[in-house]
């Protein structure tokens, strides 16, 4: 980011992180280990015993924890069970495929499963980088010509995911704004709804692409706790959306009513792992202990939605059949 005149603010935006990360110490195997092992203890802390590892391969200058998962899964250490969604390198196109196909035979043991794939479509909102389908407002509420991000070609992004649903591949989108949204669903068409496909995120969907979850089979993988008023929301997100488009966000109330199979998430360590402040929000739309009004009641889940969307549902989208429900014969 730079001033008007041109100079370095200091702030670095989505893979410009790299200027300074590709500069960081190698964290070693040893340390790697350590961390895999006190992340799961914090989890398991909060209830948690299983998770989708979003980022399962090296992004903006961080290290590869595949090898550490598999590592564990095969000394006994793990557990936890583990999907990895390994990460799909932008930069290159179909040529990847077989070294991912690889990597799924190479990595997957035991409580670890490496047999998704996470495609970052687009970035967040408060720094524009979303991609919207009408352009971000300056601070003055006038349109610009900013309409955000779409880190893989629309038209790939199709060809992409035809050919990893058909190798048996879950594929995990990052799909923030409303045009990130619609590129992901465009995507999805015409795949096999069995390998449980979901866009991550979701603060702004078009209405015209709601009803499209249910109808395609991809569900809607939402991080409930953001849902809600702060500073981030009031300062750096409605006034760059507009009134009218702000109250899109978070349609997690739309989506249940259109039939959309909501399942739910943190994105630890971005915020809190801890899924019952999450489900306050999901039923809410405040933090607990907040004195800001609800945003956007209309939207909100009821409680029974939204234990199941943090309990059998996330274990739905893991293919975790035996888990996240109390019935004879599932796991404890």
């Given at each position: 980011?730079?001033?008007?005149?041109?100079n370095p603010?200091?702030?670095?935006?989505?893979?410009a992180?790299t200027?300074?990360?590709?500069?960081?110490p190698?964290?070693?195997?040893?340390?790697?280990?350590?961390g895999?092992?006190a992340?799961?203890?914090?989890?398991?802390?909060?209830g948690?015993?299983?998770?989708?590892d979003a980022?399962v391969?090296s992004?903006?200058?961080?290290?590869?924890?595949?090898?550490t998962?598999?590592?564990?899964?095969?000394?006994?250490?793990?557990?936890?069970?583990?999907v990895?969604?390994?990460w799909?390198?932008?930069?290159?196109?179909?040529?990847?495929?077989?070294?991912?196909v690889?990597r799924?035979?190479?990595?997957?043991f035991?409580?670890?499963?490496?047999?998704t794939?996470?495609?970052?479509?687009?970035?967040v909102?408060?720094?524009?980088?979303?991609g919207v389908?009408?352009p971000?407002?300056?601070?003055?509420?006038h349109?610009?010509?900013?309409?955000?991000l779409?880190?893989v070609?629309?038209?790939?992004?199709?060809?992409?995911?035809?050919?990893?649903?058909a190798?048996?591949?879950?594929?995990?989108?990052?799909g923030?704004?409303?045009?990130?949204?619609r590129?992901?669903?465009?995507?999805?068409?015409?795949t096999?709804?069995?390998?449980?496909?979901?866009i991550?995120?979701?603060?702004?969907?078009?209405p015209?692409?709601?009803?499209?979850?249910?109808?395609?089979?991809?569900?809607?993988?939402?991080?409930?706790?953001?849902?809600c008023?702060?500073?981030?929301?009031?300062?750096?997100?409605?006034?760059?959306?507009?009134?009218?488009?702000?109250r899109?966000q978070?349609?997690?109330?739309?989506?249940?009513?259109?039939?959309?199979h909501?399942v739910?998430?943190?994105?630890?360590?971005?915020?809190?792992?801890d899924?019952?402040q999450?489900?306050?929000?999901?039923v809410?739309?405040?933090?607990?202990g907040?004195?800001?009004?609800?945003?956007l009641?209309e939207?909100?889940?009821?409680?029974?939605?939204?234990?199941?969307?943090?309990?059998?549902d996330?274990?739905?989208?893991n293919?975790l059949?035996?888990?996240?429900t109390l019935r004879?014969?599932?796991r404890?």
């Amino acid at each position: 980011e730079r001033d008007r005149d041109g100079n370095p603010t200091g702030t670095l935006h989505e893979g410009a992180m790299t200027l300074v990360t590709d500069h960081v110490p190698v964290t070693d195997a040893a340390e790697m280990y350590r961390g895999l092992l006190a992340g799961q203890a914090y989890l398991h802390s909060f209830g948690v015993t299983s998770w989708q590892d979003a980022i399962v391969g090296s992004y903006a200058g961080s290290d590869d924890n595949g090898p550490t998962y598999a590592r564990a899964a095969r000394a006994g250490d793990l557990t936890a069970t583990v999907v990895g969604a390994l990460w799909w390198d932008r930069e290159r196109g179909l040529e990847q495929i077989p070294d991912l196909v690889a990597r799924r035979e190479e990595l997957s043991f035991g409580r670890f499963s490496a047999t998704t794939i996470k495609i970052m479509q687009d970035g967040v909102i408060e720094n524009g980088t979303a991609g919207v389908v009408e352009p971000y407002l300056d601070s003055s509420g006038h349109p610009t010509g900013n309409a955000g991000l779409s880190f893989v070609d629309p038209a790939g992004l199709r060809a992409y995911v035809a050919e990893l649903d058909a190798l048996g591949f879950q594929v995990h989108v990052h799909g923030l704004g409303d045009r990130g949204v619609r590129e992901a669903l465009d995507a999805f068409e015409g795949t096999n709804p069995d390998r449980r496909h979901h866009i991550a995120h979701l603060q702004l969907v078009h209405p015209d692409d709601v009803a499209r979850f249910a109808r395609l089979g991809v569900s809607a993988n939402i991080q409930a706790l953001w849902a809600c008023l702060d500073d981030q929301m009031v300062d750096l997100t409605i006034p760059f959306l507009g009134e009218s488009r702000a109250r899109r966000q978070y349609p997690f109330g739309d989506l249940h009513r259109a039939g959309a199979h909501i399942v739910a998430g943190s994105d630890w360590p971005v915020s809190t792992p801890d899924p019952l402040q999450a489900v306050h929000v999901a039923v809410n739309r405040v933090h607990h202990g907040s004195d800001l009004p609800p945003f956007l009641p209309e939207q909100a889940l009821d409680l029974a939605t939204a234990l199941t969307a943090y309990t059998a549902d996330s274990a739905y989208v893991n293919r975790l059949d035996d888990s996240g429900t109390l019935r004879p014969g599932n796991r404890a």
